[in-house]
């Protein structure tokens, strides 16, 4: 079947087995390898981008399902060449290690903000409670989402 | 990364829509709702419909709105919206409560109460809820729709009456002024399938008990609820002495089973524990405490 | 030495040397521009998949591939069969259906005879798209004859048990090490075994022995393995991208598996997703991925599913300890003995460098003052997947730490003393450095008591004592979990520590180009500890270049010279300390370039960072930069000095480096359902000089996240079927940042005496340290109980069992 999937604003089409994962789609069609995937259950949250603005795990989403909509990917958090806030939190306060699950953290955390400017240290920790990291003990990717809070965005991030 | 086997995909425009490729495919055809219990399922290739109806497009499955003295639960609405309900949470603090214990925030985002619902699952925290609340569905084939209690609703683990041909369009739930509800999830991390919940609701007026519901998952609780124990209840003081026995005949309704989660004797235990633990709240809440 | 304060600034704001900075590689990261091994896409790439046993035991009877053959898509099915047909030139056998582990065993590439785990490599597809190649594998039809498993360590040598290792001819399930040993034992029995026998005797002392099981666990870093191969026919080169922590030594391991020539080996490992020490094997995935790019002529990715990943690769610890800790009634410990079941899987594939097979596991006399110390290791093979060394364990301190930590305070509630008092009274002291250990161990350097106290400062030790009691009298359960764990880091020397014959110590190389920029090639593999920053600020301490002017290089066997790879915490004790010696070399060249351009003797130079100058004239003097270009320059040097700023060295650690720690955790237990909640935890740790304390900080906030995983919710466990209960991360649970609390971090820095910058190295440190502290604090708030141990994990069942006096068997299926 053939799909047209936008992603980070830019339409992708694709002719692709209904089956196809959007997980895959976005790696493989699209190109995009910034989106990880971890787990094949739906438990890692690596493989975390937006569709129409709300985060989903994409290794549990068909691309047919896509099919229409706006994706977005950790390559749309940067615009005009700036680094979103949440994208420098994570550098500013080391939120990453081996930078595997940091995609997915990344578009919960701005997603987040953009609908909790002021979360606290809990809700933070919840909103990322279906994400694993090997790496951080989770500390700093805290502190890296605080510090984005504490910088907000003067850019939205569109699909 | 695990794949699914090869499949077919259509997207339903209209419920009646829906019917009609479920009754042209028959039962090789799945119905695709928020995905997450049917898509791993198929990646494992323990499931392998031949073609995937997706339902996501169809608004009037979504909403949840007042009908008379019920609350209308569209089957395509999502447990984020659930939790977020401002008309759930005025009526029963139950589901903010199991709802924030389902899975995690990302899940919730795409996980839907009639795809909870129907995939049945003997652990699934929705179906105590919706047992607890003594709710109902509607199903809807080519012949009409026909209403269901949910205590009606389970054939058993991951089997409901939901036909081949049919769909789960809403579920709804009976609005009882002054009851208090809570739920009660112990789990072996965030995100996890319970080891053990119970929920409960509980209206006490004139200090006794006047009607109440007691729902449980995860520990093989016949159609996820404990009549013995919400029938003893009934017309008695909500004391912490009549609140212990019928937890304890709420854990004498259960028969599970012994897996990585928890032996048969600490999930008997936790029946108990747990049922005591909410309708405490419960009957707190009612009484405005 | 250290040298950390007054760490002048470049123009880009970054220490000159030591301190905390930003990393470098973050900022491709960030950006989703990591490349890691699935990134790979070469032209006419295929895909593979594993075709795995369903079975724990059972005699292959017949595999038939047809139907998976004529699938469309597929281009080949390999069956062990097929590699048996395959004749290998290398001493290490004569055909490729097995391979050699890293503990001189050997390992079915794919199984011919049997099965002897669920999750072996019994068939391999090669097709156009992965999707085809997981429907190949539904295809293939492989007949069993099931045989009975041995999931049950404890039973594994009893009579009559089934044999696993037929094939190598074992009339039992034991386990014989290269040396012919079937029991490994460390420490002196006699003294050990008198000294036990003295204070059961006597009056005045106590001895206690508690059944201490480490469950087993999995690393499962959030990347899973995989690689893309492909061998060029025409140049006979073979280029593999590949998930491993030690890209050189899987270079001469290919060479000796495959018979290939090395120089025409180059094996690429790009960024990897975290490692763990699960990516230090040699797997039949990699192997078979060779085989399939020799066998199609294209280029041949395979990547585990996330189940092939929990349930095949290495995985760690599955020890049965039993421990004896014997004291005087005021504390005092005088002699511990630990009897260990060691549960290997179903082929000894343990990675580790030591004589000793069990690894470094014999350091479990801890960080204590005491004569007498004695262990002896039983390995079994049993029906379960292969591994044991793993999960950033330091070759087993890990379970050494935690059989010791748990055992003290076993003692502790025996003789009723407060388990911080105790520990007090034993620590050993900073005069007695450095310390022979009764097993033989020279602990290089510790300041203990002062660790301890900065740790219960923080924690406010007394205070949550009284708290406790306070809540104890209402009914409330918290506990306090103490852990004080040595570990030994940085393998070699290479005189006692080797992985299939080739020695632990590390090259390096420095370029410094004419413009005073550097380059440095590491042979060592990040997975995530950021060596291109820490590594930098190394050579910038040595030299005074900017650390942003300075490239690391690492992950490409043709551009970095050999060393043995990251794993062990060996990379800042070996490859940093290779790192100080490079520079210095640089450094000293410098001087006699500098010093025949100032027209002098080096002699009369004097060094300050990034430039030697005349002594007693500052003002005279050249740069790092400008001696970099002189070097390259007509300026007449000395003879013998052959010009150019570029240096290679290769370091032999003189001995191990021991970072220590003291960590405390506080929870919070409901005995009415068994949960437990962390409140806090304090970690102080002893890693000596730290490089740049921020990444520092962040390895020991992962490790932390380790222990709460190991502590409360981790687990590999089996039926008596043989099925693997942890197959998926709905059921392996891995810590989230809700049951993680808000780390509390202290330090101190004792530097290393013998490590060029007085660095420890501290990756593993924290997943060392901390199960045993959890697990501490949960009994500890159990106690009222009369509850004295319980086994990892302590899930709520697990916790309420214990409080009925009747806690689970946690390697066994939940009955």
Request: overall charge negative; glycine content about 10%.
């Amino acid at each position: 079947m053939e799909v047209t999937i936008t992603i980070n604003g830019t339409p992708v089409t694709s002719e692709i087995e209904p089956r196809t994962l959007l997980v895959h789609f976005v790696r493989e069609n699209a190109g995009l390898r910034g989106t990880h995937w971890g787990c094949d259950t739906s438990n890692c949250g690596t493989c975390v981008l937006w569709v129409d603005g709300s985060p989903v795990k994409s290794c549990t989403m068909l691309a047919a399902q896509a099919d229409g909509h706006e994706v977005t990917t950790v390559e749309g958090l940067e615009q005009g060449g700036v680094l979103d806030p949440i994208q420098q939190g994570f550098i500013e306060c080391h939120g990453l290690q081996c930078g595997f699950c940091t995609p997915g953290m990344m578009m919960t955390g701005r997603w987040l903000l953009d609908n909790n400017p002021n979360p606290s240290e809990a809700e933070i920790r919840d909103c990322i409670s279906g994400q694993i990291c090997r790496c951080t003990g989770y500390k700093n990717i805290v502190a890296s989402i605080q510090w984005a809070a504490e910088h907000p965005a003067t850019s939205e991030v569109t699909a | 990364m695990q794949t699914p086997a090869p499949v077919d995909y259509a997207r339903a425009t209209s419920v009646a829509d829906a019917i009609a490729l479920l009754e042209k495919h028959g039962e090789e055809a799945r119905l695709l709702a928020g995905g997450h219990s049917l898509l791993p399922m198929m990646k494992l290739r323990l499931a392998r419909p031949e073609i995937l109806i997706d339902l996501n497009d169809l608004d009037e499955l979504r909403g949840i709105r007042i009908e008379g003295d019920e609350i209308v639960v569209g089957a395509m609405v999502t447990h984020a919206e659930i939790l977020d309900s401002p008309v759930l949470a005025e009526h029963y603090a139950i589901f903010r409560e199991a709802e924030k214990v389902i899975a995690d925030p990302i899940v919730r985002n795409k996980g839907t109460i009639g795809g909870s619902m129907c995939q049945a699952d003997p652990s699934e925290d929705l179906s105590a809820v919706g047992s607890a609340l003594k709710g109902s569905v509607v199903i809807q084939g080519s012949g009409g729709k026909r209403t269901l209690a949910l205590r009606e609703f389970h054939e058993g683990p991951y089997e409901t009456k939901v036909g081949d041909a049919e769909i789960l369009t809403e579920v709804r739930f009976p609005i009882r002024p002054g009851a208090g509800s809570a739920y009660e999830k112990v789990e072996r991390r965030v995100g996890d399938w319970p080891v053990a919940s119970v929920g409960v609701f509980v209206v006490v007026a004139g200090g006794v008990v006047t009607d109440c519901g007691i729902g449980l998952t995860a520990v093989g609780a016949e159609h996820f609820c404990a009549p013995d124990a919400e029938a003893y209840l009934i017309g008695k003081a909500p004391t912490e002495e009549n609140l212990a026995a019928a937890a304890q005949l709420a854990a004498d309704a259960c028969t599970p089973y012994a897996d990585q989660r928890g032996p048969v004797d600490y999930k008997l235990h936790l029946a108990c524990e747990l049922t005591l633990r909410a309708l405490r709240k419960a009957a707190a809440s009612s009484q405005g405490a | 030495m250290t040298a950390v304060e007054e760490v002048p600034l470049s123009a880009a704001g970054n220490p000159i040397g030591f301190g905390s900075m930003r990393r470098v590689e973050d900022a491709r990261f960030v950006r989703g521009q990591g490349n890691y091994v699935d990134d790979v896409n070469l032209p006419g790439m295929l895909h593979s998949a594993i075709l795995r046993s369903p079975h724990a035991h059972a005699r292959i009877v017949s595999i038939d591939a047809s139907a998976a053959e004529a699938l469309p898509g597929v281009v080949a099915v390999i069956t062990g069969k097929i590699l048996e047909g395959i004749p290998r030139p290398s001493l290490l056998g004569d055909n490729f259906a097995w391979m050699p582990t890293l503990s001189y065993d050997t390992q079915a590439v794919l199984a011919t005879d049997k099965v002897r785990f669920q999750g072996q490599e019994v068939a391999y597809v090669i097709a156009e798209s992965r999707y085809i190649a997981k429907d190949a594998l539904e295809l293939i039809d492989v007949e069993y004859e099931i045989l009975e498993p041995v999931m049950d360590a404890k039973r594994a040598l009893d009579a009559g048990a089934p044999i696993i290792r037929d094939d190598k001819g074992q009339t039992d399930n034991s386990i014989t090490d290269v040396h012919g040993n079937k029991t490994w034992e460390s420490g002196n029995a006699e003294s050990t075994a008198a000294a036990i026998a003295a204070a059961k005797a006597d009056p005045n002392c106590v001895v206690v022995t508690q059944e201490i099981m480490y469950p087993r666990v999995h690393p499962a870093p959030m990347e899973t393995c995989g690689s893309v191969s492909y061998l060029d026919k025409v140049t006979g080169q073979l280029t593999m991208y590949t998930t491993t922590q030690a890209p050189h030594a899987h270079r001469t391991v290919y060479a000796m598996v495959a018979g290939l020539p090395e120089q025409k080996i180059r094996i690429i490992s790009p960024d990897i997703g975290g490692g763990f020490g699960n990516k230090v094997p040699v797997y039949p995935g990699y192997v078979l991925s060779v085989i399939g790019t020799i066998v199609t002529g294209k280029p041949v990715k395979w990547m585990e599913d996330r189940n092939e990943n929990l349930v095949s690769t290495g995985f760690a610890r599955d020890y049965h300890m039993t421990a004896s800790i014997a004291a005087t009634k005021e504390g005092k410990i005088l002699a511990v003995d630990v009897d260990v079941l060691a549960d290997h899987g179903a082929f000894n594939g343990v990675a580790q460098p030591t004589n000793y097979p069990a690894g470094f596991f014999n350091i479990f006399s801890g960080s204590y003052d005491y004569p007498d110390a004695h262990c002896k290791v039983t390995p079994v093979y049993t029906n379960k997947a292969p591994g044991g060394v793993a999960y950033a364990c330091s070759f087993r301190i890990t379970e050494a730490a935690y059989v010791i930590e748990r055992v003290v305070d076993c003692l502790a509630q025996e003789l009723q003393m407060d388990p911080a008092d105790l520990r007090l009274k034993n620590l050993l002291r900073p005069e007695q450095f450095p310390y022979m250990s009764p097993t033989g161990w020279e602990y290089d350097s510790g300041e203990y008591e002062k660790t301890m106290r900065v740790a219960m400062d923080i924690a406010g030790y007394d205070e949550l004592r009284r708290e406790q009691a306070e809540k104890r009298a209402k009914g409330e359960y918290m506990g306090i979990g103490i852990s004080f764990f040595t570990e030994g880091v940085g393998a070699g020397p290479r005189r006692d520590m080797d992985i299939l014959g080739l020695g632990m110590a590390d090259g390096i190389e420095l370029r410094v180009h004419p413009t005073g920029k550097a380059q440095l090639r590491l042979s060592v593999q990040s997975q995530g500890q950021g060596h291109e920053t820490t590594f930098a600020q190394i050579v910038a301490h040595e030299l005074g270049i900017p650390p942003e002017d300075i490239e690391v290089l690492h992950g490409d066997t043709d551009n970095t010279p050999f060393g043995l790879g990251t794993y062990g915490s060996r990379s800042t004790p070996v490859s940093g300390a290779a790192a100080s010696v490079v520079a210095r070399k640089v450094r000293d060249r410098a001087r006699i370039v500098a010093a025949a351009a100032l027209e002098c003797a080096p002699d009369d130079l004097d060094w300050e960072l990034g430039r030697w100058y005349v002594k007693g004239d500052r003002e005279r003097g050249k740069t790092i930069a400008e001696i970099a270009l002189l070097s390259h320059s007509s300026l007449e040097l000395p003879e013998g000095v052959e010009g150019h700023l570029d240096a290679t060295a290769v370091y032999n650690p003189p001995n191990l480096t021991y970072p220590y720690g003291c960590y405390i955790c506080v929870v919070d237990v409901d005995p009415g359902t068994g949960q437990v909640k962390i409140r806090r935890f304090i970690a102080v740790d002893d890693c000596g000089t730290r490089i740049n304390p921020m990444i520092v900080e962040g390895q020991v906030h992962g490790g932390l996240a380790d222990g709460v995983g190991m502590a409360l919710m981790e687990l590999i466990a089996f039926d008596t079927d043989g099925n693997n209960l942890g197959g998926s991360f709905m059921d392996y649970l891995l810590p989230t940042a809700v049951e993680c609390p808000d780390w509390e971090l202290g330090e101190t820095v004792t530097p290393s005496p013998h490590h060029p910058i007085g660095a420890k190295g501290v990756g593993e440190s924290a997943t060392v340290g901390s199960p045993a502290a959890v697990v501490n604090a949960v009994i500890d708030a159990l106690s009222p109980f009369g509850v004295r141990h319980a086994d990892m994990p302590l899930t709520p069942a697990n916790v309420w069992r214990a409080i009925q006096g009747n806690a689970i068997r946690v390697d066994m299926a939940v009955e």
